[in-house]
């Protein structure tokens, strides 16, 4: 999230999809922002991020498996490593690299696609008028994530009550994984290759709609294409009306995939073992609250660097689309092989670090969004601020005095907990005769470089980006935020850091 800043404009918080009628200043050219630095290592570190990251996808869904063990077991003893065999242990396809790949999972993930689109346009929401962009436009958007993915689940939870662990959808995404991945992973490219180049489409009837990011109209074809050149991309499609194409693979696609995922995998476990694990319930049940929290919240992710800063493009396509769902559900795709249970004190552990962190993160989110949205409200008129030059404030006491970005603790106290129910994680398939085992040996502790890779991800993550909004915000308040990182001292862990 930003700062808990109040800008003139914060009140008119934006949201999914843009309608037609959308309010615009004088028609002229697409404006361009202040250009920035490059980030990420500029176009070398935006090439070696596009070609990295689905490769860390596939090394996480191949040497984790279901097949030899997680790792495989020619990682513990690579002295004895062959080709031959390590593609025997990965379950490499017999197709080779086309066999990564199927119409048939793509299609019915475009299927998916398109129901999401259905029921954004259809389905009832409320309405609301975006911020002044700086073109002068604003748009129109429509909120109703929360209701499409509670329909969605709805009836995936009928078709479990009515077929069991043997639900299609289950059986379907757990056998075709890796071909979902390598479908997710091109929608990501398709869609960041559109934008990028509609983004040198102008009409005169656009005037005022469209913009470019600040930062991403370098000039360099490879790191504006990663970076984002739009700020809000958004097209009109047939009978579905039109659509803002960041917020909704911000928070419909992806998001709920991550939950379907989840849920497959314990339907996976049901089916093996006979049985459901608390461990595996545990991430799957706060996993889902913490989506279904953000898609009740919906409103609030306009106030996220993403929707208010970042162009549209490679990274968040790729990071909505495909490191989401595929990296987040890393925990339960794991304990749906190797059924590990906590018992009542582990339990007890996690839902107790679960709720330290999620208290934190709703409560700063919710004092920064009050204080935006109506400084008078009682539960925040009390607050203390620094009112700048340009008209925002920036709180001082409350959770945003304690640091700068505090809902960062809470965000990666909650990350903890998907992960802690994996313990030391590490298992090997053993196969003999018409019996299959799933036991640790010498594979013990090994699993946490796939099962704890998240909370790593995610720490170093929330440090960037904490880094990004302190450069943005001294760039936007100047001296004044000078002053604020006087008066509030610690970034997002009080005393630490």
Known sequence: MEQPSLDSTAGNMSGHRPKAGATAKANGPMEAPVKHEYEFGGPIGAAAITLGLPTVC???ALLCN????????SLLHPGTVTLDKLKQEIGWPAGGVLGLASFEATGWLLGYYLLSLVLQAFLPGEEVVGGLLRSGGRLRYKFNAFYSATLTVAVAIAGTVAQGPDFVLWTFIYDNYLQLLTASIGISYAISFFVYIRSFAFTPSEGGLRELAAGGDSGNRIYDWFIGRELNPHVTLPILGTVDLKVFCELRPGLLGWVLLDLAFVAHQYKTYGYVTDSILL????????????LWMEPAILTTMDITADGFGFMLAFGDLVWVPFIYSLQTKYLSVYPLRLGLNGTLGVIVVQGIGYFIFRSANNQKNRFRTNPNDPRVSHLKYIETKSGSKLLVTGWWGTARHINYLGDWTMGWTYCLPTGLAGYVIQNAASKREVVQGDARGWGMAVTYFYIVY?????????????EKCERKYGD???EYQKRVRWRILPGVY
């Open 58 to 60: 596939y090394l996480t």
């Open 66 to 73: 279901d097949i030899s063990g997680c790792p495989v077991p």
């Open 283 to 294: 991430i799957t049940a706060f996993q889902s609250v913490y989506v279904f929290d953000a």
């Open 458 to 470: 995610f720490g170093i993550l929330l440090v960037h980006r904490e880094m990004r909004d302190e």
């Open 480 to 482: 004044d935020w000078k």
